[in-house]
């Protein structure tokens, strides 16, 4: 384990409020125009993948197809349900697009730098126990998917929001627990502390099997594929958007596109070194491009790599099933991270008695996690015997509850009138060929 007192702090004894404003109008600019750009290079990305051209007309390249969206979606007639908490379906909107922008306050972009005559630090603030503060402001964002499923009084919507708590429930868990490794081998929870620790080695080596359930929780966290279960727009119909339009879609639309940049900049800093240039270029000129304004394109370039990850991902990979998702969170990734916790809590106590290497030790552990978290990926689940299955199934009845459902794996949806009528009738002309 790293002492406290042999990490620095970020230094914000010479910050004013008019740097304080300055940094907090970069964060939000930084924000919009990065969706803007995750827009269209969402689109041309998939239209390669897809063996299609993507946006091209507006603009050079497209560039201006993104502010077109925008526009729309802003010009839009705006309506509101009779039915709905006035109140509440206000709000949900509002809380998902404020907790989205709350996280890179504390996400460094880089070292210190003289701004206008000040010395400091390329980050908005930071705190003993900032990694925290950014696990609470992600759950809190998931009440607005939540409230607004629930006041928009409607089942498609409701199906939504239940969905998105089991996520966060199950995910989340996966997410912050592979966070308590680097907590532990970087002795800080604060985001410039645990920078600072990743001078020599990044964490995503030592920590790998953390680095991976981090990822595939990150991507299950921002709801997408393959993991986009509360929208879901083959089975309930884009879910707790559904009785939203115009500004009010467009906050639950944009919250989405930053939450993204928010697991990639928590990434980028907890795992890929946050704004230390990747080697051979840290070693250049003894470390030049570690300093001055150097470190905001290196950070820019990581969190644009795990954007592109999720891009590639949803133009890849098909929705899981819902048994499958909350399998994948409660018996592989909750199991795995829990049990990498306790070895690497194990490793650094034993390390500081025994005075062993941290880096080798964590390096062979995370091979063996890894190759334990691929066999429970692809070891198939258990079926039963066909004479233990039951003969006869009682008939499933999507409208039991007063609302209809779909059916679990195994249930089967009553035959319509019209397939029945025409079974009768094949049935029927079946009979007199056998009469006659």
Same mark, same amino acid.
């Given at each position: 384990m790293i002492p406290l007192n042999a990490l620095p702090s970020a230094d914000f004894s010479e910050d004013t409020w008019w740097i304080w404003l300055i940094k907090a109008v970069f964060i939000l600019v930084f924000l919009l125009v990065g969706v803007l750009m995750a827009l269209w290079v969402e689109r041309r990305v998939l239209g390669r993948m897809q063996t299609r051209p993507g946006p091209n007309v507006h603009g050079p390249f497209g560039l201006f197809q993104s502010i077109g969206d925008a526009l729309k979606l802003v010009l839009k007639e705006d309506f509101w349900l009779?039915?709905?908490?006035?109140?509440?379906?206000?709000?949900?909107?509002?809380?998902?697009?404020?907790? $989205?922008? &709350?996280?890179? *306050?504390?996400?460094?972009?880089?070292?210190?730098? =003289? %701004? #206008?005559? /000040?010395?400091?630090?390329?980050?908005?603030?930071?705190?003993?126990?900032?990694?925290?503060?950014?696990?609470?402001?992600?759950?809190?964002?998931?009440?607005?998917?939540?409230?607004?499923?629930?006041?928009?009084?409607?089942?498609?919507?409701?199906?939504?929001?239940v969905r998105s708590s089991a996520q966060m429930i199950s995910y989340e868990l996966s997410m912050g627990l592979s966070l308590v490794s680097v907590f532990i081998v970087a002795g800080s929870m604060s985001t410039s502390q645990i920078v600072d620790s990743q001078t020599q080695l990044w964490w995503f080596i030592s920590l790998l099997p953390a680095f991976v359930i981090y990822v595939i929780s990150m991507v299950g966290e921002v709801n997408r594929l393959p993991f986009d279960l509360p929208e879901a727009e083959g089975e309930l119909?884009?879910?707790?958007?559904?009785?939203? $339009?115009? &500004?009010?879609? *467009?906050?639950?639309?944009?919250?989405?596109?930053? =939450? %993204? #940049?928010? /697991?990639?900049?928590?990434?980028?800093?907890?795992?890929?070194?946050?704004?230390?240039?990747?080697?051979?270029?840290?070693?250049?000129?003894?470390?030049?491009?570690?300093?001055?304004?150097?470190?905001?394109?290196?950070?820019?370039?990581?969190?644009?790599?795990?954007?592109?990850?999720?891009?590639?991902?949803?133009?890849?990979?098909?929705?899981?099933?819902?048994?499958?998702?909350?399998?994948?969170?409660?018996?592989?990734?909750?199991?795995?991270?829990?049990?990498?916790?306790?070895?690497?809590?194990?490793?650094?106590?034993?390390?500081?008695?025994a005075g062993l290497d941290l880096q080798t030790m964590l390096l062979w552990i995370a091979g063996v996690f890894l190759a334990i978290l691929l066999a429970l990926l692809l070891w198939p689940s258990p079926r039963k015997?066909?004479?233990?299955?039951?003969?006869?199934?009682?008939?499933?009845?999507?409208?039991?509850?007063?609302?209809?459902?779909?059916?679990?794996?195994?249930e089967e949806l009553p035959p319509s009138p019209r397939r029945r009528r025409r079974e009768a009738v094949m049935a029927m002309n079946a009979q007199e060929a056998t009469d006659e």
């Open positions: 009779k039915g709905a908490d006035k109140v509440i379906y206000l709000l949900a909107p509002c809380i998902a697009a404020f907790s $989205s922008f &709350m996280v890179y *306050a504390v996400l460094p972009f880089g070292p210190n730098v =003289n %701004m #206008f005559g /000040v010395n400091t630090p390329l980050q908005l603030t930071d705190m003993p126990v900032a990694v925290l503060y950014i696990l609470a402001i992600t759950s809190f964002g998931i009440y607005g998917i939540v409230l607004g499923g629930w006041a928009s009084n409607s089942t498609y919507p409701l199906l939504g929001s119909v884009a879910g707790h958007m559904v009785e939203y $339009s115009s &500004m009010k879609f *467009a906050w639950f639309f944009l919250a989405e596109y930053i =939450n %993204m #940049f928010n /697991v990639a900049g928590v990434a980028t800093t907890l795992f890929f070194g946050g704004w230390r240039a990747p080697w051979p270029i840290s070693a250049i000129g003894d470390g030049m491009f570690n300093e001055g304004w150097w470190p905001m394109l290196w950070f820019t370039a990581k969190v644009w790599l795990f954007m592109f990850l999720m891009i590639w991902t949803r133009g890849t990979l098909l929705r899981f099933r819902y048994d499958q998702f909350m399998r994948l969170g409660w018996k592989v990734l909750i199991p795995v991270s829990l049990a990498w916790v306790v070895m690497v809590a194990i490793v650094q106590g034993v390390r500081q008695f015997p066909e004479e233990e299955l039951p003969e006869e199934k009682e008939p499933f009845d999507p409208f039991a509850a007063g609302y209809p459902v779909p059916p679990m794996p195994g």
